[in-house]
Each structure stands twice: as C-alpha cells, then as structure tokens.
C-alpha cells in the first residue's frame, strides 16, 4: 500500500489527523472504530480495531466472526483486510457491497474492495467494474485497497488484465488513470511482484505511453514509480525507453516521470 506522506493535512474542509497512533484523540478513535469517521492519515487507518468496526458496520454479524476477527489483531493490515472480506462474504455475499460501498468508513469501503477481490463468482470484466468507483474514491486509502484486492487476478492472468485496463488510462479521472498503473508496477509495494512485467516490461507500454505526459503529479509519480520498479530488472529498457520520450518532446510532465524512472540507475551502467 503506498504510504501518503506522514505530515498533517491542511486541505482546507479536511479535518487534520494525528500522524502518530499515540496521539489519535480518544473520541477520535472511537469515531473510528464505529465507522462514523473517515481516517484522515495512514497512522489512523492502522488504528482502526477491526473487530470492533466490523461488529458496528454489520450489527448482526455472528459473534463467532467478531470473535474471528478480534483474534487477528496482531496480523498485518493487508492479512486482516482480507480476513474481514472472506467474514462478510460467508456472512452476505456480495449482496452485501451497496451498503458496503456506501458506508461513511473508509476502511467499511476497504473490506468492499476485498469481497470484490475474494468473490469467486464475478467475471474478471464484472470485477473491474465493481472496482471502478473505489478506485475512483475520494479517499487515498481507499484508492489503494482497491488495486491491491484485485492485483492477485492480474498477476494470474496478466494479458487478459492488460486489455482490460488500457481503457482507463484514457479516462478523464486521474484516479481511474492511476489505478491502471499502480495496480501493474512490477514490484509494487506491500504486494507480490508480477513476474511477467518484472520479465519483460515492454508488455507495459500500452499503459505507459497514453499518460507519459500526464498533466496529473497524481499518475506522474506511479509511472515514474512503474518504471522505477522495472529498472531494477531492466535499467537499459528504461533507459532507451526515457531517451526516446526525451527526443520526442522534453514536457516538464515526462521530465518528472523521467526523474523517478531513473533514480535508481542514475550512474549505474550495464544491467547488474
């Protein structure tokens, strides 16, 4: 999951988080494990008891399945997630995503984007559809629990997957746009790797040269960050690749993109 950066938010009509789990307000943090607060940093969605949000977010969930859920405290974020989604499935089933999606907590809408990922009667174009509007969320948190739910299926039919995300890369959203490249960098954070595109990286241009000037720093970044991943397999690949959208027009957009693609490799030569 990428880590948004750890200083306070002062976006005007944003509430501003704590940026430390020992300085979460106590009303704060109940707020948030009822579901009735969004989390407003990475340090408060780690906060968040589980057990406890899940139980307010489906009152009639079996205590057995709280109980299930209250035992896994001490397992990572990305393991609990998925927990909470295979509970709510054996509980609902996907009848259970409107209210889900809807719901006022981030994390609420997190465990959505899991049972989309965990459901095993959706079509892989059924699934990326249900995805869309959380990777299109306005949350951050909830932009990446959407492409790391669904990350297992591309890496398990990756061409198939391809086909299907080259559309978004065109779409007006710079969330949607994103999330096409995001969810396909080759080594990724806090996710397996794809070992197709850590193999060969040019299976990746058909999403990477639509937004090599993206005007959004949003998808700027995970390109760069795309192509960073892919240099540390292939630095000449992303070499020949930066030297050719240089010669073709030198924006300031792919100049960012071109500064992160080489960070790793920048006085490095040949491919060790």
Same mark, same amino acid.
């Given at each position: 999951?990428?880590?948004?950066?750890?200083?306070?938010?002062?976006?005007?009509?944003?509430?501003?988080?704590?940026?430390?789990?020992?300085?979460?307000? &106590?009303?704060?943090?109940?707020?948030?494990?009822?579901?009735?607060?969004?989390?407003?940093?990475?340090?408060?969605?780690?906060?968040?008891?589980?057990?406890?949000?899940?139980?307010?977010?489906?009152?009639?969930?079996? =205590?057995?399945? /709280?109980?299930?859920?209250?035992? &896994?405290?001490?397992?990572? /974020?990305?393991?609990?997630?998925?927990?909470?989604?295979?509970?709510?499935?054996?509980?609902?089933? @996907?009848?259970?995503?409107?209210?889900?999606?809807?719901?006022?907590?981030?994390? #609420? +809408?997190?465990?959505?984007?899991?049972?989309?990922?965990?459901?095993?009667?959706?079509?892989?174009?059924?699934?990326?559809?249900?995805? +869309?509007?959380?990777?299109?969320?306005?949350?951050?948190? #909830? +932009?990446?629990?959407?492409?790391?739910?669904?990350?297992?299926?591309?890496?398990?039919?990756?061409?198939?997957?391809?086909?299907?995300?080259?559309?978004?890369?065109?779409?007006?959203?710079? +969330?949607?746009?994103?999330?096409?490249?995001?969810? @396909?960098?080759?080594?990724? #954070?806090?996710?397996?790797?794809?070992?197709?595109?850590?193999?060969?990286?040019?299976?990746?241009?058909?999403?990477?040269? =639509?937004?090599?000037?993206?005007?959004?720093?949003?998808?700027?970044?995970?390109?760069?960050?795309?192509?960073?991943?892919?240099?540390?397999?292939?630095?000449?690949?992303?070499?020949?690749?930066?030297? #050719?959208?240089?010669?073709?027009?030198?924006?300031?957009?792919?100049?960012? /993109?071109?500064?992160?693609?080489?960070?790793? /490799?920048?006085?490095?030569?040949?491919?060790?």
């Amino acid at each position: 999951m990428h880590q948004p950066s750890t200083r306070k938010q002062s976006v005007p009509g944003r509430r501003t988080g704590a940026v430390r789990r020992a300085d979460i307000p &106590a009303h704060v943090l109940a707020a948030l494990n009822a579901g009735t607060l969004e989390s407003a940093t990475l340090a408060e969605g780690l906060a968040v008891d589980y057990a406890a949000l899940l139980a307010a977010a489906v009152p009639d969930m079996a =205590p057995a399945c /709280i109980s299930e859920m209250a035992a &896994a405290a001490d397992l990572g /974020i990305t393991r609990r997630m998925n927990l909470a989604a295979k509970l709510l499935l054996s509980h609902g089933g @996907t009848a259970l995503l409107p209210m889900l999606s809807g719901h006022a907590s981030d994390t #609420v +809408r997190g465990f959505a984007c899991f049972v989309i990922g965990l459901a095993s009667d959706l079509a892989a174009t059924d699934r990326l559809n249900a995805m +869309r509007p959380f990777a299109d969320d306005p949350h951050f948190g #909830v +932009r990446e629990w959407a492409w790391m739910a669904v990350r297992p299926h591309v890496a398990r039919d990756l061409g198939a997957w391809m086909t299907m995300l080259e559309p978004l890369v065109h779409e007006q959203s710079e +969330r949607l746009r994103r999330f096409a490249i995001e969810i @396909t960098r080759p080594r990724g #954070v806090w996710c397996a790797h794809l070992a197709e595109l850590r193999h060969d990286p040019a299976k990746g241009l058909a999403l990477l040269v =639509p937004v090599r000037n993206d005007p959004a720093k949003y998808v700027q970044d995970s390109v760069g960050n795309w192509l960073n991943d892919a240099a540390k397999d292939h630095p000449e690949f992303v070499r020949d690749l930066c030297a #050719v959208w240089e010669r073709e027009g030198d924006s300031p957009a792919n100049r960012r /993109i071109r500064s992160r693609a080489l960070r790793s /490799i920048k006085g490095k030569g040949g491919d060790g």
